[in-house]
Nanobody, 126 residues
Framework: QVSLVESGEGSVQAGSGLIISCVISGDTVDKLTVAWFRQTPGRIEKEFVAAWLGGLNGATHTDDSLKGRFLLSRDYTKNSLRLHMMRLTVEDTARYYC?????????????????WGQGMQVTVSS
C-alpha cells in the first residue's frame, strides 16, 4: 500500500525560498505519477502545482503560473520528491499536498489522484 508523507519548514519570509519533501512508501517514485497540489486560505478546491511523471522517464510538468519559481527534483536515496519554491510571496501561503497515482500520464485534476498525504502548512510572511 502506497503512502505519502509531506515534510519541511513551514514558515518563511517573503522573497526567500523553501524546499518541501514528499516521502513515498510502498512503491518507488519511478513507477508513479506524483504531484503537488495546494489549498490556499479560504478556498475549498486544491490547485495543481507540479507533477513528476515517473512512467515518462521522470519528466515534470509545472503549472504555467509557477514556472520559473517552482520546480521538482527527486531524492533517490529517500524515495522522495522535493518541491523547490523560490521567491515566495504571501500569495504562496497554502496547505501543500502530495498526491500519487499509478497512471502514467500528465494529470492535472484532483480527481485523477487516488493516494494523498495529510498535507503540510506553508506560511509566507511579509
Amino acid at each position: 500500500q502506497v503512502s505519502l508523507v509531506e515534510s519541511g519548514e513551514g514558515s518563511v519570509q517573503a522573497g526567500s525560498g523553501l524546499i518541501i519533501s514528499c516521502v513515498i512508501s510502498g512503491d518507488t517514485v519511478d513507477k508513479l505519477t506524483v504531484a503537488w497540489f495546494r489549498q490556499t486560505p479560504g478556498r475549498i478546491e486544491k490547485e495543481f502545482v507540479a507533477a513528476w511523471l515517473g512512467g515518462l522517464n521522470g519528466a515534470t510538468h509545472t503549472d504555467d503560473s509557477l514556472k520559473g519559481r517552482f520546480l521538482l527534483s527527486r531524492d533517490y536515496t529517500k524515495n522522495s520528491l522535493r518541491l523547490h519554491m523560490m521567491r515566495l510571496t504571501v500569495e504562496d501561503t497554502a496547505r501543500y499536498y502530495c498526491a500519487a497515482t499509478q497512471r502514467r500520464e500528465v494529470l492535472l485534476d484532483v480527481g485523477d489522484y487516488t493516494i494523498w498525504g495529510q498535507g503540510m502548512q506553508v506560511t509566507v510572511s511579509s
